[in-house]
């Protein structure tokens, strides 16, 4: 019986910059991991209705959005007056 002779090539692990390259690579990729993690959470939800929104701020941002011009504006936040004040100054 003849023995066979089976060679293995040993290269080693690549040396110290790939060491480094490695544990860069691995830096990198838990950074990105745990910023993604902390935008998410931190992330304003868009379902959230807003709780200062009022009849006449929705009428300012629509005249400053151009959807109503001034006269509209004016006519349309007097009618907004008339209709909060108390009914008993209304009757006087």
Do not use: K
């Not at 830096?27 to 902390?38: C, M, N, P, S």
């Amino acid at each position: 019986m003849e023995a066979s002779a089976v060679m293995y090539w040993y290269t080693g692990t690549g040396g110290w910059g790939t060491g480094l390259a490695m544990g860069l690579i691995w830096l990198v990729f838990w950074g990105a991991l745990v910023t993604w993690i902390v935008l998410l959470v931190r992330r304003p939800t868009r379902t959230t209705p807003r709780t200062d929104t009022t009849p006449e701020r929705i009428l300012a941002e629509r005249f400053a959005r151009g959807e109503i011009d001034h006269d509209e504006h004016t006519n349309r936040l007097a009618v907004l007056h008339e209709a909060q004040r108390p009914r008993e100054q209304v009757r006087s």
